[in-house]
C-alpha cells in the first residue's frame, strides 16, 4: 500500500529493490485513488512493466497466479462507510 507521506520511496526505492530481489510481481494499492498497479519482472529481473492498472469496478490480477484476482469494489467497500 502507498505511503500517504512517502509514495516515492514506495514507487521508486521498494521497486528497486523489490526486483533486485527477483520479487516475481509487485502490487501497487493506492486507497486514496482506490486503484491497484500491478507489476511484472522482466528482462531477466532487471525491471518491472505494467501488467494491469485497475480502477472501481475492475478486477485487478495477478500477472503470476491465474487464480489470484482482487474485486477493488469490495477491497475499498469499507472506505464507503
Known sequence: ????????HDRVRKRRFY???GIPECWIVDPM???IE???LIDGG???RQHGWDGPGDRAR???FDVLEVAL???????DE
Open 62 to 64: 495477478s500477472a503470476t
Open 46 to 48: 532487471l525491471t518491472y
Open 33 to 35: 485513488e482506490r486503484t
Open 19 to 21: 526486483a533486485r530481489n
Open 73 to 79: 469494489d469490495a477491497l475499498f467497500a469499507d472506505e
Open 38 to 40: 500491478v507489476l511484472e
Open 1 to 8: 500500500m502507498l505511503s500517504p507521506t512517502h509514495p516515492q
